[in-house]
């Protein structure tokens, strides 16, 4: 007897708008125009939001590049069909070169040594030049050929004819900080470089710096391929200037909020005056409250410092956590909200009823990021795709 996949019942899910998914990526090509390439990148399950639901979104919308970070993330989209580019961004281990020529993917690259396995794979594998992606190290101080060393770089893909060097890019440190000068020094640095790459007889067409907070800020930096991340998702950072948050103006992109993170009330109960709630005891009611049982916790993702600092949106009501969140479980506030039941829809992360709580406000009281917000919504919370 065929055995059925078992639905997840646990009333705790995320809602993951496709649509809204595909407008994000009609925004992004429209604000740098036809003639500059997305790379939508994906990588980390597609920020928590499911890597090849949201590639298959932004391929029929017409992605032509999809960037991840290893050939583990590659994979799963090959294997669902996707047919895009696919930019492998923090290059690869000694041993995946001929799965990544078989594939037909495109990796980053920056050691001589990653030219050498790759041209030992390319040529046993005799389709014609793989592309490939230089990279070089403009100040990030974590991956790229030093500009000292492009010479041998240099030199080795002169010494690969099964190789194509079809892209060179860099990567910003500071792309949200409108007065860093590290910013100016690196564009300059990779100018530098790209004069070393055009002299050693390469012209690649891909040249690309440009992340969400640069394709917002720094046109210059544009090129012929930008690379949005959590763009994508409907947020970026914070800009600042001489240490002050800036916006409006030019520094704003209208992309939308693709997640919504939902869980239903799964007890009610009433409490006197100081008595103390959670682990720890780190609330104590000030007066009578009536408190709701959420089936959600840090397991799921949901960032424990919100304990006594976040919010939930429930019956058109903004409700504050209280206590310390637990593994599985979080207390909330619903004293005086008139109608509270049992299975009643929470919104944790998300717009409804005319309020919002979003990932920048989750990470501003958790001193994080978006990026960590989105991307730590474990796999125990189910996503479900809408269009």
């Known amino acids: 007897m065929e055995t059925l996949a078992r639905v997840a019942t646990r009333p705790t899910w995320a809602e993951v708008s496709l649509a ?121 101080g974590r991956l790229g050929v030093a500009l000292d060393q492009m010479p041998a770089v240099l030199a080795a893909l002169k010494a690969a004819p099964h190789l194509a060097l079809e892209g060179f890019s860099t990567h910003l440190a500071s792309s949200e900080i409108m007065d860093a000068p590290s910013v100016s020094e690196q564009e300059r640095r990779f100018a530098d470089a790209l004069r070393l790459v055009r002299r050693a007889g390469f012209d690649p067409p891909l040249l690309h710096v440009a992340n969400t907070g640069a394709v917002i800020s720094r046109r210059e930096t544009w090129n012929t391929m930008v690379r949005p991340g959590v763009a994508l998702y409907g947020y970026h950072l914070p800009f600042t200037r001489a240490g002050r948050e800036v916006s409006g103006g030019t520094l704003r992109l209208p992309v939308k909020p693709v997640l919504t993170w939902k869980t239903r009330i799964l007890s009610l109960r009433d409490f006197a005056a100081n008595e103390p709630l959670g682990y720890g005891g780190t609330y104590v ?38 206590g310390s969140i637990s593994m599985d479980l979080t207390l909330v506030d619903v004293t005086g909200i008139p109608g509270i039941a049992v299975g009643d829809e929470v919104i944790l992360l998300g717009t409804g009823d005319g309020l919002s709580v979003d990932a920048m406000e989750h990470a501003r009281l958790a001193s994080s990021s978006p990026y960590e917000i989105l991307c730590n919504i474990s796999k125990r919370v189910p996503r479900r795709y809408t269009d």
């Open 20 to 140: 809204r998914l595909r407008q994000n990526f009609r925004t992004l090509q429209k604000h740098v125009g036809a003639s500059v390439t997305v790379c939508a990148v994906v990588k980390a399950d597609a920020y928590g939001h499911g890597a090849v639901e949201c590639s298959r979104a932004l391929e029929a919308e017409g992605a032509r590049w999809l960037g991840v970070t290893s050939l583990d993330e590659a994979i799963p989209l090959r294997e669902a069909g996707m047919a895009a580019r696919i930019l492998l961004m923090t290059g690869f281990w000694r041993g995946e070169e001929s799965e990544i020529v078989r594939l037909g993917l495109t990796p980053t690259v920056w050691e001589a040594s990653h030219i050498e396995w790759l041209e030992i794979a390319a040529a046993i594998a005799a389709t014609g030049p793989h592309p490939v992606h230089l990279k070089v190290d403009t100040g990030m």
């Open 285 to 322: 009611t000030k007066a009578p409250a009536h408190v709701a049982v959420l089936p959600v916790g840090y397991a799921d993702g949901y960032n424990r410092q919100l304990s006594n600092r976040g919010r939930v949106i429930v019956r058109e009501h903004y409700a504050p956590i209280l």
